[in-house]
């Protein structure tokens, strides 16, 4: 029997092929899926015009957030780096807990997007699309139709990370122009200023319903796709310049585009749909059913048409990063060794992409509409944000000899703040929302002790001592938001104000913990010494490259 692969070999058989424009696609088709078609409504049944706002903050979180992930996709561009940072800085718990929460947060959008695409097509007047969809959840014959749209996405990925980057550009394209578009079409048809203060004012439920539809309305679930572009670290052709690019230029490009749509969005609600306040705001297809409320066909059946392209090309991406995603795990030591395998041919992870399509099944089983798919992944994606804050910053004092091709003077204040904005976005998510997800964190620890808890206890304690930072962090954020007040779904323990300075102040103090926690543990270590040979080898392919020039020159 053959030797399995070695980690170096198999990130060989990867293609670096991707460039800046191809990652910004990567990241702006991640960001542009399903949660303009939703989100726009979501969140001003939440919070009304002060909708528009809450597009603004989610951005700026992102966008901190995503500062910090740049300079570790930057210093580490191997497949799946979403999931490897923490386990580089604390070791096997933080690393595996931070793992399973992006994953769990990727690979649920897979089904949301098909989701999105049936639930659209339920609005189409056939009378089989409208047995697609009941008003709460997909049907059998919906969940059947997702279930061929997640097939399509498998299919896609399988063959090869250039076809993906050709297609995806491509409907890239199609998904900036057609929501630009929408907007556009929207502003100039109906635009009632009245609705932006009344009924109820510009924050009609008041600013905790604004920050609870940051987290929980579509708008964490859609500014979460800055991460494909680092997922696909492993085939960026330069990525200490392309990564950083991609990640803020798709984030600023997004936001952009969802604000256009709130506003337009809300100026073109007819009066009477609001008779009843924001609330009662229950739309099947939000924005193709204001298209054909004023008489702009045309537009309803564009947008019918990039409801099946925009999610499916997110679901497509998501496909592809969630695979790199579970090589990463394998590397990690908690997946069989099957799942680190990548087809020397085409540079694909075909088993762990064939795992990902049999758990994306599972979740459309489970969870068959929208809404209830952008709650979970929502959370679980604040979840998975907290560890590139600290492992940043621990990977400063415990690495200063790695290279950072991207090295932002101000990461020390940037990483302490996107570690506070995170525990506040998970706090708004409201109580017993956070619970839910934070015990499909803990779900995930069997598979962890399974590889882990063989292992001599002296071996495992400082990863158990590293790691013990971010378990306390989630039963206390548990408890917080259960105990918080009742703006948060809370039991009103802590009173309104006071509780989100509590949680900054838990979030300051987890950071600082985090950070002092990290330690110099094997995978650093591993990592290390990969990251030098590959450099080596590089140095040498240049003396080379220049050697075998020399002739041409006489």
Same mark, same amino acid.
């Given at each position: 029997m053959s030797e399995p692969e070695s980690s170096t070999a198999s990130h060989q058989n990867y293609r670096r092929s991707l460039g800046t424009i191809s990652l910004t696609a990567v990241g702006l088709g991640s960001i542009i899926g399903s949660g303009w078609l939703f989100g726009a409504e979501r969140a001003a049944k939440l919070a009304g015009p002060a909708s528009i706002l809450a597009w603004v903050i989610g951005a700026a979180v992102a966008l901190t957030i995503a500062l910090t992930y740049s300079e570790l996709g930057s210093m580490f561009p191997k497949a799946g780096g979403m999931v490897r940072y923490g386990q580089y800085s604390h070791g096997s718990l933080a690393g595996y807990l931070a793992a399973w929460a992006n994953w769990i947060a990727i690979v649920s959008v897979i089904p949301g997007e098909a989701t999105a695409s049936?639930?659209?097509m339920s609005s189409w007047h056939f009378g089989w699309a409208k047995g697609l969809y009941d008003g709460k959840e997909l049907t059998v014959s919906g969940v059947a139709? #997702?279930?061929?749209?997640?097939?399509?996405?498998?299919?896609?990925?399988?063959?090869?990370?250039?076809?993906?980057?050709k297609t995806?550009?491509?409907?890239?394209?199609?998904?900036?122009?057609?929501?630009?578009?929408?907007?556009?079409?929207?502003?100039?048809?109906?635009?009632?200023?009245?609705?932006?203060?009344?009924?109820?004012?510009?924050?009609?439920?008041?600013?905790?319903?604004v920050f609870t539809a940051v987290a929980v309305s579509g708008i964490v679930w859609a500014f979460n796709g800055?991460?494909?572009?680092?997922?696909?670290a492993g085939e960026a052709r330069n990525p200490g310049k392309s990564l950083p690019k991609a990640v803020i230029g798709s984030i600023l490009i997004a936001l952009v585009i969802y604000v256009a749509l709130q506003i337009a969005f809300i100026g073109a609600i007819p009066?009477?749909?609001?008779?009843?306040?924001?609330?009662?705001?229950?739309?099947?297809?939000p924005l193709a059913d204001l298209a054909i409320a004023w008489g702009m066909n045309w537009l309803a059946i564009l947008l019918y048409a990039d409801a099946f392209i925009s999610p499916s090309g997110t679901g497509m991406i998501y496909a592809a990063t969630t695979s790199r995603m579970i090589h990463g795990v394998q590397e990690n030591g908690h997946l069989p060794k099957i799942f680190g395998k990548v087809d020397a041919k085409t540079g694909i992870p075909r088993p762990a992409l064939l795992l990902n399509l049999v758990v994306a099944f599972l979740f459309l089983a489970v969870f068959r509409g929208w809404g209830s798919l952008a709650e979970i992944v929502s959370v679980a994606t604040v979840i998975s944000y907290i560890t590139g804050p600290v492992a940043v910053m621990a990977l400063r004092r415990l690495a200063p000899d790695l290279k950072r091709p991207v090295r932002l003077r101000a990461m020390p204040v940037i990483a302490p703040i996107a570690m506070v904005f995170g525990s506040l976005v998970l706090y708004w998510a409201r109580w017993p929302l956070t619970g839910k997800v934070i015990m499909l964190m803990a779900a995930g620890l069997p598979i962890w002790a399974w590889y882990e808890l063989r292992k001599p206890f002296v071996e495992l304690k400082p990863h158990l001592k590293a790691g013990a930072w971010m378990v306390a962090y989630l039963f206390?954020?548990?408890?917080?938001?259960? #105990?918080?007040?009742?703006d948060f779904g809370g039991h009103g323990y802590l009173p309104e104000g006071w509780d989100l300075l509590i949680?900054?102040?838990?979030?300051?103090?987890?950071?600082?913990?985090?950070?002092?926690?990290?330690?110099?543990?094997?995978?650093?270590?591993?990592?290390?010494?990969?990251?030098?040979? &590959? &450099?080596?080898?590089?140095?040498?392919?240049?003396?080379?490259? #220049?050697?075998?020039?020399?002739?041409?020159?006489?």
């Open positions: 049936v639930q659209y139709l #997702a279930s061929v749209l997640l097939i399509v996405y498998f299919i896609l990925n399988w063959f090869a990370i250039t076809l993906f980057a995806n550009t491509a409907i890239t394209v199609f998904k900036v122009v057609v929501p630009t578009v929408t907007a556009g079409a929207l502003l100039f048809a109906h635009f009632d200023t009245a609705h932006f203060t009344n009924p109820g004012g510009f924050a009609p439920n008041g600013w905790s319903a800055f991460q494909s572009p680092l997922n696909l009066s009477g749909d609001l008779s009843k306040g924001w609330s009662s705001l229950a739309y099947t297809s206390v954020m548990a408890g917080i938001s259960w #105990a918080g007040s009742s949680v900054a102040a838990i979030g300051l103090a987890f950071y600082y913990w985090g950070v002092a926690s990290a330690w110099n543990n094997p995978s650093l270590d591993e990592v290390r010494r990969e990251l030098a040979a &590959e &450099e080596a080898a590089a140095s040498a392919g240049a003396a080379g490259a #220049a050697r075998a020039a020399e002739p041409s020159r006489v």
